[in-house]
Structure formats: structure tokens, C-alpha cells
């Protein structure tokens, strides 16, 4: 094994500045084979990355959540995602449904406490699960998003899953995202147009006034504005263990010491 760190990467990220998603995205398949996946919860930006690895044709896992307690619009998009662009789901579940784990530990999410414990029981520990099965997972961050993804690299070393993060979405604002989910008629979860710019489980999401920050209909009841779930790294503390290890031919192809597999 050989170690990779986020430093290695500075080099990579500031190429890939110029690359498109798309050659990304390729890139991402041609590095890492079977052992790269997508991640995404039903958001427009990650629903726009399943268009694009179905306009591509790229096969891979898209990997998706299910924490029991999502809106059934965004199960049906995930169906839908599935059958009409023929991608590859694998959905994730925690180990406890929703009524075992509050008959065990109670209304965690209440709380500021309680919402880290739930996030990582319902949230990172199915992924934590599958984890070892890639070496590399697709998301979907874009630092117009602002806040915590403001400065999000393309690249990111994940030391908690031992993986590389890539974010094909980093450059693309809001008006870019909206024309190509227009032009290509993404699927998108219908939950959007009823006032939820961001969305993620029935217990935790509320809709968001036009003057309100975009991510103030998330954990609204905990306040201020800037939590997050902490199933992307760069949600967290940049400055956490930086380096994660990899197949050494891995690591020689991730930073072009090879020349075989570049876009
Ligand atoms: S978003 Fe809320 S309900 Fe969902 S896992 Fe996190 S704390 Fe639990």
C-alpha cells in the first residue's frame, strides 16, 4: 500500500480546474474501474451526475442512503433514476429502523447532540459498511453552494472511508446547473418545486422562504443555518488526518506516474 495525501493532490486539483464533468467523471471510471461508485441523495446536482454517467454510458454503482425516514418523492425519484436512465442503484440501510432505534435511544435528532448520533447511525454507517468495496466515490458538492463546500477541492482525501472524494460539480453555479438540468430534462425530485431547495430526511427538511438561506429549511428546529451531516468530508474539519492508503499502482495512476489512462 502507498499513502496519499490531500497535499499530492494539490497538482491534480488545480488541472482538473480546466476539465469538464464529463471528463471527470471518465476520468473517475478509466482510474478506478470497479472500485468507484456515485453517491447521491436525490438533489438536483446528484441527479444531474446520474445523467451524466448515463449520457456516457460509465458503469458503476450509484450509491444511495436510505435512512427509513426519507419523503416518498425522493424514493420515487431514486426509481425513477433507476429505470429510465438504467443505472446501477445500491441502496444502503441502517442497521435499525427509525421506531427500533427511538424505542432504544430516543427522539435523537431533538438535539444537537442527538442530531451527530442519528446522521452517523442512519447516515454514515451504511456507508461505512460498503466502504471497503472502493477505492473512490463520485459526489456531487459544488462550492456555489457556499458555506462549508465554498473551498470544496475537486479531489479529497477521506480518511474516515480510506477513499478519494471527487466532485466533478465544484465549478458549476446555479445557472450552469439549471441550464443543463433544463436542456437535458433531468429527472429532479419534485419536492424542489414545492420550496425545498436542499432535501434530506421527512424529520430534518422543512421548505425555505425565497429571503431564507438556502439550507435553512435543514435542521431547522437545532439553528443556526450550518449543519450538515457529515457523510461528505468536506463537511468536516479540513484538518483532520490528511493521507489515506491505496494500492501502490493505485496511487502511480491517480497522479499520472503512468500515462495510460489520462483525459
Ligand atoms: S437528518 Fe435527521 S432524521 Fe435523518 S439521520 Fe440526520 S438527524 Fe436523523
Redesign the pocket.
Known amino acids: 500500500m502507498a499513502r496519499l495525501s490531500q497535499a499530492d493532490l494539490i497538482e491534480l486539483n488545480r488541472t482538473f480546474e480546466d476539465r469538464t464533468p464529463q471528463e471527470l467523471l471518465q476520468w473517475a471510471v478509466t482510474t478506478f474501474g470497479t472500485r468507484v461508485g456515485a453517491l447521491s441523495s436525490m438533489q438536483k446536482s446528484g441527479n444531474t451526475i446520474c445523467h451524466m454517467i448515463q449520457s456516457l454510458s460509465l458503469s458503476l454503482d450509484v450509491l444511495f442512503v436510505d ?1 427509513g ?1 426519507l419523503f416518498p418523492e425522493t424514493l420515487e425519484t431514486r426509481d425513477r433514476l433507476m429505470n429510465e436512465y438504467n443505472l446501477r442503484f445500491r441502496t444502503l440501510a441502517p442497521e435499525k429502523t ?1 421506531a427500533e432505534q427511538t424505542a432504544e435511544l430516543g427522539v ?2 431533538l438535539s444537537p447532540e ?2 451527530k448520533q ?2 452517523e ?3 454514515s454507517a451504511p456507508l461505512d459498511a460498503v466502504a471497503h468495496e472502493y477505492d473512490a466515490l463520485i459526489g456531487s458538492l459544488r462550492r456555489s453552494d457556499g458555506g462549508a463546500r465554498g473551498a470544496c477541492p475537486i479531489l479529497a482525501v477521506d480518511t474516515r472511508l480510506n477513499c478519494l472524494r471527487i466532485n466533478p460539480l465544484v465549478n458549476f453555479d446555479d445557472e450552469q446547473l439549471a441550464g443543463y438540468i433544463a436542456e437535458h430534462t433531468v429527472i429532479t425530485n419534485p419536492l424542489h418545486d414545492q420550496g425545498y431547495s436542499t432535501i ?6 422543512t421548505p425555505v422562504l425565497p429571503t431564507e438561506p438556502r439550507r435553512a429549511g ?2 431547522r428546529h437545532l439553528g443556526p443555518w450550518s449543519v450538515y ?1 457529515g457523510i461528505n468530508p468536506t463537511d468536516l474539519d479540513p484538518e483532520r488526518s490528511p493521507a489515506i492508503d491505496l494500492p501502490q499502482d493505485l496511487v502511480d495512476r491517480v497522479l499520472g506516474r503512468s500515462t495510460d489512462y489520462m483525459i
Open positions: 435512512t425516514v427509525m435523537l435528532y442527538g442530531q442519528c446522521c447511525l442512519r447516515k434530506g430526511c421527512n424529520r430534518c427538511t435543514r435542521w451531516c
